[in-house]
């Protein structure tokens, strides 16, 4: 699907008042307090879910918790016979030591876990931005964060599409338009993806962003293969209770992620005339996570505002001739594996 089309899409068919009543369900939201993340947050609640908000600030949290539990969005009205609940979880994606003893309390108390949004992101940050562990930030936050926390939560998500109706438990990669824009020929400069890099260095800030994006594009392709050898045999011989994982785009949005763009004025105000509200991306992202319609989507990629599209032709060569998924698989693993 083009460009254009994803930066100006039709109006989203698949809305807040088709997500079902979520009571007894459980959610997974990476950023769940900003920008699209939040609007994820607000229809789970509003229709009854147990929404945990991943993110690094408490403050933001609470704000955010104010905010949805005083506006329940477009289209939506608070059903006070099944409130949904909202708890945070603290997790800094740029400090891989944050992650485990905050996932291992969460998992004391979580019999199940329905949908994780891995949303969080940062984008351009000033040059030479680290992660605690010495990545390039975008790569560190958006990759090698995100995965780590994939792979503690994997086993969760694992046994709970066991036990539920097959395709409703699934893992959701937010990437991005752009990343139809890595580095070639695949999409990821491995030299870069490196503790301090000196690679990195000399590659403009936003081939890092679209590397970063272009990388949970393949996470997401690649889970979605691992998720059915993970899954059990049933009695029939198939194997239709496994994980769905999906990675889209979820527009361009009028969000905090511009927050580092060096933009003057005039740049300023074009760019948000062609910025949607944060709100059709968060139906972007329900759609990928919740709607009946996307359960034939393992491995594949949602498009604004909620239609299946797919990855960039150069990606999925990648991935089919030199085994990129595999690649960056295990480099991933192990790059967290002391953090695991
Ligand atoms: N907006 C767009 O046009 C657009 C387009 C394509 C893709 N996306 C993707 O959509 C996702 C959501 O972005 P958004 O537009 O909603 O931006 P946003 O409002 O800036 O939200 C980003 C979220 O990520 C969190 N985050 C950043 N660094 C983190 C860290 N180290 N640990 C934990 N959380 C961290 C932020 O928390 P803090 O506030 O604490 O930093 C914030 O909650 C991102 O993955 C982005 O790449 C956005």
Known sequence: MSSFSQSFPPKPTFTQKDVPNLSGKVFLVTGGYSGVGLEVSRVLFHKGGRVIIAGRSEKSYSAAVEEIKGNCGDGLTVDVSTPGSLEFLFID?????????????????????????????????????????????????????????????????TATAAGSEAGSVRAIFVSSLMHAYGPKPYGIDFDST?????????????????????????LAAEYAKRAIDLAPTAEDGTKKNHVISISLNPGNLKTNLQRHSNTNKIKEFLINMILHPQSLGGLTELYAGLAPETADCNGGFVIPFGRKGSVASYLQKGMEKED?????????????????
């Open 93 to 157: 994606l740029s400090d891989l030591t944050s992650i485990k003893p905050s996932v291992e309390t969460l998992l004391k108390d979580l019999n199940r876990l329905d949908v994780v949004w891995y949303n969080a992101g940062v984008m351009v940050p000033p040059a030479g931005s680290k992660t605690k562990q010495g990545y390039e930030l975008q790569w560190g936050t958006n990759v090698v964060g995100h995965f780590l926390l994939h792979k503690l939560l994997c086993p969760l998500l």
């Open 194 to 218: 490196t503790i301090d890099s000196e690679k990195a260095k000399s590659i403009p800030i936003w081939t890092l962003y679209s590397q970063s994006k272009a990388a949970d594009a393949i």
């Open 324 to 340: 990129i998924g595999k690649k960056l698989w295990d480099i991933l693993e192990e790059d967290v594996k002391s953090y695991v």
